[in-house]
């Protein structure tokens, strides 16, 4: 078929020669009829033009549309170019017949002190013991034991699942769970007894799972076959085995959930914010620096960049997306603040470095440092790094005459500043500085993405063929660490114009500030030769 193609194309652009040296070479006749149109280019065509839409669906602006609108346009087309197949749930094995022998490992101590004295599991705050590894099947059985509930278990597997499974095989193992065998009842065991105890106990189990994953994961819920399935084990399923409260409570959860009207809430502030300090030339086009109050600088940095930091999800900070060119589109907010990080310091440094006279670059010098000790009264570590970064950069550390017109009060700050974000001793300061910070807060992001990194790098995703969990719960532990500073936001007013002179302000290039550097101090330049 290929081969016809490419005969048929030949004779299409009158390649007379290479078409009899082909059909030579492969020994076959070649009778083609006059067209309109090369096949082969048509469907080359028809390819690239599904591959584009395929590429603007994906990348498609979502400030114009809803994510579950575009996600769903693309799923559809992907239907319709017969691309996009059914996951296959078959596991291999159902839940209640896997053994547990060989298939589930548990946490134990490392008796280092005591070789001879064996070793013993690991039992968290709430009794339970500790996985360390186990196939999806003892996973799914241990988040919906009816012994015990492991809350942390349960948060750590919510958070980390994508890593080792999918939404919808995750959905058929609750659901295979959820159907309790009476052959596993013990002889011993009566009927009623064996139903109340263990059966609707199990059951229930798997409600409140069902419950808390579409509290957490409302994006994954998007996915309108997974939604599909789930609407109907509610509706055939629960509701009629009588888990009416349980079944209400998920259906008003997704409604609430894939109401477009419910997306960014934002909490409500008890106190009012503190009165803004409104430049006098707030409404001119001539709005500088000079015109700002460094405080109030400091504030609509916060915002800009909370509005941000809100944002990022905890799938986005999974198996490193932020930094993998095919996965990229999985971490928008993540991308967005390190942009924007990277934006503020270049922002810096042009402000600075952009002023011919000394005089002018040591005022905005000097206004950026105030700056950074108010962003560090605000607990603002992202921002306060990348300013700091920004009054650092070569172009403008180089300039020491400068540095010089600040003054040493300034210049102490700068350097107070520079060691608490210092990288020394795996960024001690900062963190212990984070760990004592009330909120609002903004941790500098960069710290918890290498962190994360070393934790994928440094440990297997699986640990004798089984699912490592001690690693997913090293990534929830850092997830969280970032969550439970999006609770509380800043609470200052917006000053659109601000806002909007420090987004827009023409940046210069590295090499541009380096040339500007050298022309305002050449090296070896005294300071009366400099203006």
Sequence with gaps: MIMELIMQ????????????????????????????????????????????????????????????????????????????????LDQGVNIWDEPLPGNLLWKYDDPVSDPDKPARPIINQEGKGVVHA?????????????????????????????????????????????????????????????ETSVMKAIQIRVCNVLRKWIDVFEDELTNTRLLKKLKGFIENVLIPDGHNVLATAMTNSLARHLDSTNKGVVPTLSE?????????????????????????????????????????????LLNQSWSKSKQRHRSPNVLNMIWRFNRISQWVSTCIIECDRIRIRARVLAKFIRTAEHLRRMNNFDTLTAVVAGMTTSAVYRLKWTSEEVGRQLQTSLKTLEKVMSSAGAFKAYRSNLKNANPPVIPYIGIFLTDLTFVDDGNPDYSNNLINFTKRSLVHNIIAQIQQYQLLPYNYHPIHQIQQYIKKYPILEENEMFAKSLELEPRKAERHEIL
């Design 9 to 88: 194309h030949l004779h299409y652009e009158g390649l007379k020669g290479s078409l009899d040296a082909l059909a030579e070479e492969l020994n076959i006749e070649h009778k083609i009829g006059e067209l309109n149109e090369s096949r082969l280019t048509a469907l080359l065509r028809m390819v690239l033009k599904d591959t584009d839409r395929i590429w603007d669906l994906t990348t498609a602006d979502k400030s114009q549309s809803t994510p579950s609108q575009n996600d769903d346009d693309l799923e559809e087309h992907l239907n319709d170019l017969e691309i996009l197949e059914e996951d296959s």
């Design 134 to 194: 186990a196939t999806l099947n003892k996973l799914v059985e241990n988040l919906t034991s009816e012994k015990k509930i492991d809350m942390e278990f349960t948060k750590t597997f919510l958070m980390t699942y994508h890593t080792f499974t999918t939404p919808e095989k995750f959905l058929h193992k609750l659901i295979e769970r959820y159907y309790v065998p009476i052959s596993k009842k013990p002889p011993d065991v009566s009927k009623e007894t064996w």
């Design 272 to 316: 009012q914010p503190p009165e803004p300090k409104v430049p006098r030339l707030i409404f001119s086009p001539q709005l500088t620096i000079h015109d700002i109050h460094e405080e109030e600088l400091a504030r609509q940095l916060c915002l800009i960049v909370w509005e941000f930091y809100s944002a990022i999800k905890p799938s986005e």
